[in-house]
C-alpha cells in the first residue's frame, strides 16, 4: 500500500509505519545526544505513552537512563485498506529500538480507564519488573468510562459562564476566523473533570500502592499547560482548566501517599504548548503556537515533546538539585514559553493576524509540518513512494 496524508480537520486519517518509526528514531537521537541521566528511573510505567509527551517521556526514560519501560495506551491496529493510528506504529517503532538496544520494553493497548487494563499493568509489573519507581500520568483522552457506575463521560472543551469569541485558524486550509465558543453546562463541567481530572491517576497510584508495586521513593508526574492570557477562557478558565485544578488536587493525594512510600513525590508538571494530536482539537490554539513558533524559532529557544521531556528528567526530575517548584508546588518546563518578551511578541502580532498575512506572520509551515510528523509524514530518509506494509502486529 502506498500511504499518503489524508487530512480531514484537525486530524490526519493514515499514518506511515517507517515514518513513525523515523519520529520515534529522532527522539532517540535527541536523548542519546544529551548523555546518559545520572540517577535517573530504572522501572518505569508510562500511562499514555504511545504519542507526544507520554511518549516522549518513555523514550527519555529507556534511552537517557536505560529503564525498563512498561507503556499503556489506547490505539487502534490496523484493518482491511486503513492504516494503523501513529501510537500504533510509535509503539512498535519504539519497541523495537529499545530491544535492540537491550532494554525491556512492553505494551499493553488498551483503556488505561478500564479494571481489566489496570489488573493486567499490576500482573505485568509484578511478573516482570518487582516494582516501578517512576509512573508518568499522560493521557489525554475525549471520553471516559467510568469503572465504577459504567457512566460514559466526554469531556469538552468550552469556557465557564460566558461565551469566549476569538480567533482560530483551520491549519488545513490556512483560513483565520472567529469562533465563538458557548460556556459549558454544569454536567459538561463535571464530565470533563472526570475525564481529564486526577481520579483515574490516583486509582492507578493507590491500586499500585495497594499491590506493593512502587518501590520505595517511587515519583509521579502527570502534565498540564496554563498559557499566555490569549487563551485562558478556552484553556486555563475552561472546562479544562477545571479538570486541571482536579489533577492538581490528585497530585497532592498522591504526593503524601508516595512520601510514606519511603519518601517518594508526585507533582505536575507544566509543560510547553505543542503540536500534538491532543492539542490540535483545542479550539485557538493552533494559532497562538504557529504564533509562538515563530517567535521562539527566532530566539533560538523552540523546543518540542523531546527537548521538553529531556529537560524535564535531566534538570527537574533526576537534577542534581532535585525539582523546582512554582507556587503552587508545580514544576515549570513552560519557563521559555512564559518568558515576557516572548509573550509580548506573540501578544504583538496577535491581533493582526489574518488569512491572507497567516503565512508571513506565522509560522504556521512549521506547525503544518510538525502535525504531518505525528502522523510519520515529511522525515527525512523515507521514501514516501515505496509500497508499505501498513499490518504489523503489537510487540
Ligand atoms: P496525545 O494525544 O499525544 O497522547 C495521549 C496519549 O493517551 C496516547 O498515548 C493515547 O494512546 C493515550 N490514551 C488516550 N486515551 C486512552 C485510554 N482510554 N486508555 C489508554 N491510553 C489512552 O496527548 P499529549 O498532548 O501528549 O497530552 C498528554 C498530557 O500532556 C495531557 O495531560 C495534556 O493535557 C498535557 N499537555 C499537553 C500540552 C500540549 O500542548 N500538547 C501542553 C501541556 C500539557
Not at 493576524?353 to 506565522?362: C, G, K, P, Y
Request: proline share 5%; glycine share 10%.
Amino acid at each position: 500500500m502506498i500511504i499518503k496524508p489524508k487530512v480531514r480537520g484537525f486530524v490526519c486519517v493514515t499514518a506511515h509505519p517507517a515514518g513513525c518509526a523515523a519520529h520515534v528514531g529522532e527522539w532517540i537521537s535527541h536523548v542519546k545526544s544529551k548523555g546518559t541521566l545520572p540517577n535517573g528511573p530504572r522501572k518505569v510505567l508510562v500511562i499514555g505513552a504511545s504519542t507526544g509527551y507520554g511518549l516522549a517521556s518513555r523514550v527519555t526514560a529507556a534511552f537517557g537512563s536505560g529503564a525498563a519501560t512498561l507503556g499503556i495506551f489506547y490505539e487502534r491496529p490496523s484493518e482491511e485498506g486503513r492504516t494503523a493510528t501513529p501510537g500504533w506504529y510509535n509503539s512498535i517503532g519504539f519497541t523495537r529500538a529499545a530491544h535492540a538496544a537491550g532494554l525491556y520494553a512492553k505494551n499493553l493497548n488498551g483503556d488505561a480507564f478500564s479494571r481489566e487494563i489496570k489488573a493486567q499493568a499490576l500482573e505485568t509489573i509484578r511478573k516482570d519488573l518487582g516494582q516501578v519507581d517512576l509512573v508518568i500520568y499522560s493521557l489525554a483522552s475525549p471520553r471516559r468510562t467510568h469503572p465504577a457506575t459504567g457512566a460514559v463521560h466526554k469531556s469538552v472543551l468550552k469556557p465557564i459562564g460566558a461565551p469566549y469569541t476569538n480567533k482560530t485558524v483551520d491549519t488545513d486550509k490556512g483560513i483565520v476566523s472567529t469562533v465563538t465558543i458557548e460556556p459549558a453546562s454544569e454536567q459538561e463541567m463535571a464530565d470533563t473533570i472526570a475525564v481529564m481530572g486526577g481520579e483515574d491517576w490516583e486509582l492507578w497510584m493507590n491500586a499500585l500502592a495497594e499491590a506493593k508495586l512502587l518501590a520505595p521513593g517511587a515519583q509521579s508526574v502527570a502534565y498540564s499547560y496554563i498559557g499566555p492570557e490569549v487563551t485562558w477562557a478556552i484553556y486555563k478558565n475552561g472546562t479544562i482548566g477545571l479538570a486541571k485544578n482536579d489533577l492538581e488536587r490528585a497530585a497532592r493525594n498522591i504526593d503524601s501517599l508516595l512520601k510514606l512510600n519511603g519518601g517518594g513525590r508526585a507533582f505536575i508538571s507544566v509543560n510547553k504548548a505543542l503540536v500534538t494530536q491532543a492539542s490540535s482539537a483545542i479550539p485557538v490554539v493552533p494559532l497562538y503556537i504557529s504564533i509562538l513558533y515563530k517567535i521562539m524559532k527566532a530566539a533560538g529557544t523552540h523546543e518540542g515533546c523531546i527537548e521538553q521531556m529531556q529537560r524535564l528528567f535531566a534538570g527537574q526530575l533526576y537534577g542534581a538539585s532535585g525539582p523546582r517548584f512554582d507556587e503552587a508546588g508545580r514544576v515549570r518546563v513552560d519557563d521559555l514559553e512564559m518568558r515576557g518578551e516572548v509573550q509580548a511578541a506573540v501578544a504583538g502580532i496577535w491581533p493582526g493576524v489574518t488569512t491572507e498575512n497567516l503565512e508571513a506572520l506565522t509560522d504556521i509551515a512549521g506547525y503544518r509540518s510538525e502535525f504531518l510528523k505525528l502522523f510519520g509524514f515529511g522525515l527525512k530518509g523515507i521514501d514516501y513512494e515505496a509500497d508499505s506494509e501498513p499490518h504489523m502486529p503489537m510487540l
